[in-house]
Each structure stands twice: as structure tokens, then as C-alpha cells.
């Protein structure tokens, strides 16, 4: 299959990116951090205007009747910018839980950039950062439930929290859980993909401004290399999660026209080897990132510190690497 995305999706990427480099995402994280909440607000509600949280909800229930590729092309660029809040709950999977449940006094919210969050039975048994969401859900098995937030905890990321819950009144039955949590995951794994692309961003441009023996360190072939690898993972990394998405939309069209000769796709599959590999990107991309910027790369101060502690979070935010590659193992395997 040959894949290359259209000029929509390039558009979509370019006006998300052009909004979030306006508003100094940095800056609200750390604000965000100090305990005002306000600036992130800010940039959900606009995001909201783009239509970002709407993508995957049908035109029928206000959304923007998108599908995955769109959510990946966007969510990408969340994670360039290291976005506070729950991206993978807000953008993919509640929105279109809630649609699917034709609950659209809750989903009206979160389409107008109230986020949201969602505890997963298997993959996310903890709801993220729900002292900022006006929805908390849990999905147990195929029951939909709005949820209680009981004890909330720290995370490595400080602009992230994860919360224990327990369910409540019954939203909708029947539910596909398999689906919302192959979501879950093709999600982080795209923001995982922009977190790395955004700490390649900030070592590099560290590499060809720091001198030292009088020649700037991104001249150096060690550092040239590594800056490769971690290019080259990426790069490696980006088609996964754009044939997974490809899938998802594929089973979605199928599942609509029910027809008999679709393209046969394993979509779980797909979007666990998608975040292992952008899992290893990411991971590779921090590690060079603070190889190359030093102490000052950890320190609150700079910029690549909010990237390194929320990729760390994420690694395991839904589902750990062990898991989807059993995962991956359990389809391929006869």
C-alpha cells in the first residue's frame, strides 16, 4: 500500500502548528504546573475552534465526520507542542464514545473544548488530569459509565495527574471497548510521535547554537549520528501509525457498508506495533535530546524537561510496551 497524505492533511497540521506556536504551550505548562489552569483552558477552547476534538464525531452529532487519519495528522502536532491535558481522551476517545452512545448532552462540552477523560478496564485503569475535565468516564468491559474521581495521584509529568475511580450511573451498554481502546492507543501513539519530533526540534537547534572548541557541537560526527538515529527513528515510526489509522478507518468503513469484499485489517495489532515503535522513539529522542543539551536539558528552565517527563508518562499511559508487543506476538503468532 502507498500512502502519502493529501493537501487537507497538510492544512490541518500547518493551522494546528501555527496556533499553538503563537500561544507559548511551554509557557502554559508551566503555568499550568503553578497551579493556574486558566491558560490551558485557553488552548483547549481553541482547539476546539479547529475542530480538533470534533474529528472523529459524525457530522449527524456536530463533529467534523473525520476519521483516524485526521485525529493522528492533529494529535501529532499536540505532541510537537507538548500539549497539557488528556489529548488521547479529549481528542479520539471520548468524543467518539459519547457520539457512539448518542449521549450528546455530554458530548456537546467536549466538542466546545472542555476536556475530557476516561478510566479503560485494560488499557488506562487510571483517568488523567480530571481535576481539568468537566467529563470523567470509565468503561468496564462494554458498560459506559460516568465515573467518581476517588484518590488522585502525582505523575512524573508535574502538569499531569492520574486519578483512581470508581463508576456510577450507567451511560450505555454494549459498548465496543476493544475500539475505544484501540483509540486510546492510536492516539498516545501519535503524540508520542510529536513529542519526539519536538525534542529532535530542540536538540538540533541546541546543537548548531552551542559552540565549543570553536566550532558548533552539531558539526561534530558524534552528535550528527545520534541526532540521525533519532531522525531515523521517527521516520521509521510515522508510517505505523498511518497505516494503523488507515485500519481503523478501513474496519470503520466496513462496519458501515458491511461489505463482503473489505480490505481484511487486524486493527489491534496495527496500533500496538505503532506505539512500541513511536514508544521507542521517543524514548530514543529524550535520551539524545539530554545528551546533547546536558544538566541543563533536566532543569525546569528549559523546555526539553516538559517533554522528557510527559514522554515518560505516556510510555505506559495506555497499555505498557510489554503488553502490546504480547499483542502484536498473539496476532502474528499461528
Not at 519536538?198 to 552528535?223: E, K, N, P, Y
Not at 533536566?298 to 524537561?305: A, F, I, V
Request: include cysteine; charge should be negative.
Amino acid at each position: 500500500m502507498r500512502f502519502l497524505l493529501e493537501s487537507e492533511h497538510t492544512d490541518l497540521a500547518s493551522s494546528i502548528d501555527a496556533m499553538l506556536t503563537r500561544t507559548d504551550v511551554p509557557k502554559v505548562v508551566r503555568a499550568l504546573v503553578d497551579g493556574d489552569a486558566r491558560p490551558t483552558a485557553d488552548v483547549w477552547s481553541r482547539l476546539a475552534d479547529t475542530g480538533v476534538t470534533a474529528l472523529l464525531v459524525g457530522e449527524e452529532s456536530g463533529g467534523m465526520g473525520a476519521g483516524a487519519i485526521e485525529m493522528v495528522v492533529a494529535v501529532e502536532q499536540l505532541g510537537r507542542h507538548c500539549v497539557p491535558g488528556p489529548v488521547a481522551e479529549s481528542v479520539a476517545v471520548v468524543p467518539w464514545l459519547l457520539a457512539a452512545a448518542g449521549r450528546t448532552d455530554l458530548l456537546d462540552p467536549v466538542l466546545s473544548g472542555q476536556p475530557a477523560t476516561i478510566a479503560h478496564a485494560t488499557l488506562a485503569r487510571r483517568a488523567a488530569d480530571t481535576g481539568l475535565c468537566s467529563t470523567v468516564l470509565a468503561l468496564d468491559g462494554s458498560r459506559l459509565t460516568v465515573a467518581t474521581v476517588l484518590d488522585t495521584h502525582r505523575s512524573v509529568d508535574p502538569a499531569r495527574t492520574v486519578s483512581d475511580v470508581a463508576p456510577g450511573d450507567t451511560l450505555a451498554d454494549g459498548v465496543d471497548a476493544r475500539r475505544a481502546g484501540d483509540l486510546g492507543v492510536l492516539a498516545t501513539a501519535a503524540q508520542l510521535l510529536g513529542l519526539a519530533s519536538g525534542m529532535l526540534t530542540l536538540a538540533s537547534d541546541h546543537a548548531r547554537s552551542r559552540t565549543q572548541f570553536g566550532r558548533a557541537i552539531g558539526s561534530f560526527q558524534a552528535v550528527k549520528h545520534h541526532l540521525a538515529d533519532v531522525a531515523i527513528a521517527i521516520e521509521m515510526a510515522r508510517p505505523l501509525v498511518h497505516g494503523a489509522a488507515l485500519a481503523v478507518d478501513a474496519e470503520d468503513a466496513a462496519d458501515a457498508e458491511d461489505a463482503a469484499d473489505a480490505v481484511p485489517t487486524d486493527v489491534t495489532r496495527d496500533v500496538s506495533a505503532a506505539i512500541v515503535a513511536c514508544g521507542r522513539a521517543a524514548d530514543l529522542a529524550a535520551r539524545t535530546g539530554l545528551q546533547t543539551l546536558g544538566a541543563i536539558g533536566y532543569t525546569r528552565e528549559h523546555d526539553l524537561s516538559l517533554y522528557l517527563t510527559k514522554t515518560r508518562a505516556l510510555l505506559t499511559a495506555w497499555g505498557t510496551p510489554a503488553q502490546h508487543r504480547r499483542r502484536v506476538l498473539k496476532a502474528i503468532t499461528p
